[in-house]
């Protein structure tokens, strides 16, 4: 029996060839796939993306050189996600009471895979007149947003 369109109707007793029909077309649907990741890897299925993030770890006073007001600051962050990208690490001084200056730019960490950890030494400008002093690193990621920021301990300037 055929329907109008000219094709086999379905019958009760005919379910054996449904379900060998449906599983030959879903292996070509799985062929093609194949054929179309094999050639265009990009449009594979790709996991989930990674968790961006990034915290500095780790912010220790390396010494001073008093002839030039610079602290020396060795500055540890770990990154996520950010492989290939630089990230920017800023830096503000202030005293008791005030700031000295606001997020000047330091330098930047280019991570070399998705989860990646690194120290750098910095320098950093402070005031020649005696007092107390704190540095707070900034870390940004590739778009300007603020990822972490920790202050260093007292620095004394006499």
């Not at 007793?13 to 890897?41: D, E, Q």
């Amino acid at each position: 029996m055929t329907t109008s369109y000219g094709e086999p109707a379905l019958s009760g007793k005919g379910g054996a060839s449904t379900w060998g029909t449906l599983s030959g077309v879903a292996g070509a649907i799985a062929a093609v796939l194949t054929v179309v990741f094999l050639v265009f890897p990009a449009m594979k299925p790709q996991p989930p993306p990674t968790q961006l993030g990034g915290q500095i770890t780790n912010i220790q006073f390396s010494g001073s050189d008093p002839s030039t007001s610079v602290a020396l600051f060795t500055v540890n962050v770990k990154l996520d996600g950010f492989n290939g990208k630089a990230c920017l690490l800023t830096v503000s001084v202030q005293n008791e009471t005030s700031w000295i200056y606001q997020d000047a730019q330091l330098g930047t960490y280019t991570p070399q895979a998705n989860e990646d950890s690194a120290g750098a030494q910095w320098r950093v400008q402070v005031p020649q007149t005696a007092g107390n002093y704190r540095a707070t690193f900034t870390l940004r990621d590739p778009n300007g947003t603020q990822l972490d920021q920790k202050q260093s301990d007292i620095l004394t300037v006499n």
